[in-house]
């Protein structure tokens, strides 16, 4: 709680990048952490980036074909505002600074987890109808 601690919000916001609702989070300076980490935008011809659009059925979980067309899952970050430090090593006890580094998707294919668990008519193991995010925050010493 307050402006000194590290905070993160995630999940499925149902919003566009350009709705009100993410901007009531970005405005109150929340970091998109897709973008933070310099990852494009979702591209809706190609599907890469985006997050949702399939439809919630076997058939197109398990479609080879991303069919995705939105991104409206989201991690967002509020990093520490003054005294940005964290602990960057537990052994050395060293400080250093929060960053946001690397952001993603992460099962951005229907049925990610096939090798595991075998294609149709095999049971499905990834039920989701939307790719998951992920974000990579560092902790990086100082000099």
Known sequence: RGANN???ISGDFNALPDSTEYRSMTNRGWLDSHLAAAQPECDSTSGIGCTSGRASNAQDIENPA?????RIDYIFAA???ENNTCVASLESGRRGRYAIT???LFAAEPNPFAAACGNPPDAVCWISDHSGNQARLTCTPSP
């Open 102 to 104: 690397d952001a993603g």
């Open 6 to 8: 590290l905070a993160l």
């Open 66 to 70: 991303l069919h995705v067309d939105t």
């Open 79 to 81: 990093l520490p505002q």
